[in-house]
């Protein structure tokens, strides 16, 4: 009797179309993240909540208007071109909830919970974070990586922008970007063909927040599409370091890169130990150059590939007689997150140029 009982409550259901939703609403498919994680989703992705730097690429795939919460990141920081990606959502993202602080700090358990999301987001973080924000908080994380803290590695971010194209729905954005950055490498490479590298110092690389003149980067991605060599790499570091300021001697490189997020400390710099700087060639020749910070909250993709065009030219301007960095930046932007840039970047920090000392 109880199994007939049951067979009749089950017909019932079927019948009543019960059943059918109860199923549509729990049927899931899993993928595999970008820290190695498998995750399950549910069958439609309509609500989610991008954490640790994100939203960048949440923007990037045309998918923010299934954003149902932000970090006080994307709210309360000042609005800057160092972030173009913020600066394209921030006024929708003002009329959000907030859902924590941001920079890797503890999330608002409660306050994510009450928007009920589909899946949550998360860049620039490892597997044992990504694993405690899901038991937290009992909804499906979905971990991208950057290729670590201020390196930018194309084919991670290739990946990234595959996955979230599958994940959300966004699969024809997401090959149009992937598209983007083979043609920007081939482009850059092509132009480049047969070029002699030319040494170069990048410093300045701003790291969680400002740096000085010692700060660089051996990953430093414009030296590395631009026909430079990155001087940096001779001292067998990995990734971002901080030199020992008397190795600008040794090396006296005839091109030097600030990154304007720390070209105010280099000045400051300057007119204390003016005598120092004033030993190095390519402080002499005004062979000094100021280039966009990317590293704001992550990488900043647009400004990085901006960046690595402003170089090549700068390096190899026979090549690039049809380029104006100011207007690639702005194409850039566009392209990456659908608004213009480059006024805002010259507001902020001075743009592209000579950086003058005196």
Same mark, same amino acid.
Do not use: C
């Given at each position: 009797m109880v199994r007939k009982g049951l067979l009749l409550a089950v017909i019932f259901l079927l019948l009543s179309g019960s059943l059918c939703s109860v199923f549509a609403d729990t049927a899931a498919h899993t993928v595999v993240d970008q820290l190695g994680r498998r995750v399950s989703l549910p069958a439609k992705v309509e609500r989610i909540i991008p954490l640790g730097g994100a939203t960048r690429l949440v923007v990037y795939v045309q998918a923010f208007d299934l954003v149902v919460g932000v970090e006080a990141m994307e709210t309360s920081q000042p609005v800057s071109g160092g972030r173009p990606y913020n600066l394209a959502i921030r006024k929708q993202a003002e009329n959000l909830p907030v859902v924590g602080e941001g920079k890797q700090k503890p999330i608002n358990a409660e306050a994510v919970l009450a928007l009920k999301p589909d899946l949550l987001i998360i860049g620039g973080t490892d597997r044992a974070q990504a694993d405690y924000l899901a038991r937290l908080t009992g909804i499906p994380v979905l971990a991208l990586d950057y290729g670590g803290l201020g390196v930018l590695k194309l084919e991670q971010i290739s990946d990234a922008f595959v996955l979230l194209g599958k994940v959300l729905k966004r699969e024809k954005r997401a090959k149009q970007l992937v598209d983007e950055l083979v043609r920007q490498k081939q482009e850059l490479a092509k132009r480049l063909a047969n070029v002699k590298a030319l040494p170069v110092y990048a410093g300045a690389v701003s790291q969680r927040g400002a740096q000085g &003149?010692?700060?660089? =980067?051996? =990953?430093?991605?414009?030296?590395? &599409?631009?026909?430079?060599?990155?001087?940096?790499?001779?001292?067998?570091?990995?990734?971002?370091?901080?030199?020992?300021?008397?190795? #600008?001697?040794?090396?006296?490189?005839?091109?030097? #890169? &600030?990154?304007?997020?720390?070209?105010?400390?280099?000045?400051?710099?300057?007119?204390?130990?003016?005598?120092?700087?004033?030993? #190095?060639?390519?402080?002499?020749?005004?062979?000094?150059?100021?280039?966009?910070?990317?590293?704001?909250?992550?990488?900043?993709?647009?400004?990085?590939?901006?960046?690595?065009?402003?170089?090549?030219? #700068?390096?190899?301007?026979?090549?690039?007689?049809?380029?104006?960095?100011?207007?690639?930046t702005d194409e850039l932007c566009s392209f990456f997150n659908g608004i213009t840039c480059y006024q805002q970047l010259q507001q902020e920090f001075g743009g592209f140029g000579r950086l003058k000392f005196e």
């Open positions: &003149i010692t700060s660089t =980067d051996t =990953d430093y991605y414009p030296l590395e &599409i631009s026909g430079a060599r990155n001087l940096a790499k001779q001292l067998g570091q990995k990734g971002h370091f901080f030199i020992d300021k008397e190795q #600008l001697l040794v090396w006296n490189p005839p091109f030097m #890169l &600030i990154d304007a997020g720390g070209a105010a400390l280099v000045k400051q710099d300057y007119r204390i130990n003016k005598g120092f700087y004033q030993q #190095l060639n390519a402080i002499k020749n005004r062979q000094v150059y100021q280039t966009l910070p990317y590293n704001y909250y992550h990488t900043n993709l647009e400004l990085a590939l901006a960046n690595g065009w402003y170089v090549a030219k #700068l390096l190899h301007p026979q090549r690039f007689t049809d380029i104006n960095p100011a207007t690639k």
